[in-house]
C-alpha cells in the first residue's frame, strides 16, 4: 500500500561525481519500503548508478548490503523500480553517479565542473510491503538482490526471497513455489575488486507468474 510520495528534480553538477545530497523522504519510516523511480534523464548518461539509504547514520554507496549501495547489477533505468528498506526516519536516500554517459566531459573553467546530468526521480513509501533485500523489478522480471561475504549465503538469501515473492503473488504453497522458480530463473554473481562481498541476483521472469 503506497502511503506517500515524493518527487525530486536534481541536477548533477559533475558526471564523474557521486551524487553526495542525501534526500529525506517526508513521512518514511523504519520498516516501510521505497519504490524509486527514475521518470526522466538527461540524454547524455544511461541510468543511475547505485542508490541506497542511511542504515546507521553514515553514506556508504561503495558498500553493498540491505541498505543497497554498490550492488552491481541495481542501476537505475528509466523504466524500472528500485525497492530498498527503509532503516531510519526519513529514508536518506542517496543516489549513485550517472553511468553510460555518452559524450566525452567538458570542463568548465569558471564552475570548475563538467556538464550537468539532469535527473527526475519519484519516490513512493510502501508499508505492508514483504521486502527485507533491494529488488529491482521492470515490465519483463523481478531481480532479487542479496549481499554476503559468503556467495553460498548470499544465493540462499536471495533464493529465500523469491519463493517468499512467489508465495504471496501466486497464492502458493513453498513446494509449487520452487517448482515455479526453478522453471525458469536466471543465477548470477558480481563482486568487484576492494569489495568485501558478492552480490548475488535472481532474475524472476514475470511470464512465469503468467502461466498459472
Not at 551524487?19 to 516501510?32: K, R, V, W
Not at 555518452?102 to 513509501?125: H, S
Not at 538482490?145 to 548470499?154: E, F, I, N, T
Not at 501466486?170 to 548470477?188: D, M, P
Request: proline share 8%.
Amino acid at each position: 500500500m503506497v502511503q506517500g510520495n515524493a518527487s525530486f528534480k536534481l541536477l548533477i553538477p559533475d558526471a564523474d561525481r557521486q551524487l553526495s545530497e542525501t534526500l529525506t523522504i517526508p513521512g518514511a519510516e523504519p520498516g516501510d519500503i521505497l519504490e524509486i523511480r527514475v521518470n526522466n534523464l538527461s540524454p547524455e548518461a544511461s541510468a543511475l548508478g547505485y542508490a541506497s539509504v542511511l542504515s546507521d547514520g553514515q553514506v556508504r554507496p561503495l558498500l553493498a548490503g540491505n541498505h543497497g549501495g554498490c550492488l552491481l547489477p541495481a542501476l537505475l533505468y528509466p523504466g524500472n523500480s528500485l525497492y530498498l528498506p527503509v532503516f531510519l526516519p526519513g529514508g536518506g536516500l542517496s543516489l549513485g553517479k550517472p553511468v553510460g554517459v555518452q559524450r566525452k566531459p567538458v570542463f568548465n573553467a569558471k564552475t570548475g565542473t563538467g556538464p550537468q546530468i539532469e535527473v527526475e526521480i519519484e519516490v513512493n513509501i510502501l508499508e505492508d510491503f514483504p521486502l527485507q533485500r533491494p529488488r529491482l523489478e521492470n515490465r519483463f522480471s523481478w531481480s532479487f538482490l542479496s549481499c554476503h561475504s559468503r556467495p553460498s549465503q548470499a544465493l540462499n538469501l536471495a533464493w529465500q526471497d523469491v519463493l517468499t515473492h512467489l508465495q504471496s503473488t501466486c497464492f502458493c504453497s513453498r513446494e509449487k513455489a520452487r517448482a515455479l522458480a526453478a522453471t525458469g530463473v536466471q543465477v548470477s554473481f558480481y563482486s568487484a575488486p576492494g569489495l568485501p562481498a558478492t552480490t548475488t541476483c535472481i532474475c524472476l521472469p514475470k511470464s512465469i507468474v503468467r502461466q498459472l
